[in-house]
């Protein structure tokens, strides 16, 4: 049997912004501590940027079957040697992960530049076995490479580069201290 179907991003996305916009309202309403004014907006983009990235790196899901899914072995779909084929291509795939290099920190103060970059790796990590996940069991087109771990990485790693050097200017940091929930809230 031959088919192909597609499960749009925002039946998926949607009602996760939904569930997320309801929690954040609850806690609000109930006076949970970093629910509130600065810290409420850096959640709410926070979810707005990880629903972004979402739809960007796996959404929407394409669902092959019969003549319609993609024959190729799994194993070559993976791009295991690193920058082999770097090109420009991989720009955006850095700047995807700049504002999660960012936010990070904000959100949980205790992270070090370490903890913040290898957290931008584990993300990209999975995003990636979530690619090649779904080329093996939906039988879409997507690729796993190890280029865009890479350019993810480093991505975070200049979002958190920006973020200490927007914090070295006192009026940056008063708005950044404004947003971030305090310590005993995260």
Known sequence: MNFQTQIPTTAVLGPALAAFALLALARRRGDVPGWRGGPLVLRALTALYAAGLLSITIFPLWIYGGEYRNTASWTSQIQPIPLLTADISMIPNVVMFVPLGFLLPLLAHRLTGGRTVAICALASLGIELTQLLQYVTLGNGRVTDVNDLI?????????????????????????????SPSPSTV
Do not use: E, I, P, Q
């Open 151 to 179: 350019a993810n990485t480093f991505g975070g790693l200049l979002g958190y580069a920006a973020l200490r050097t927007a914090r070295r200017t006192a009026a940056t940091r008063a708005v950044l201290n404004k947003l």
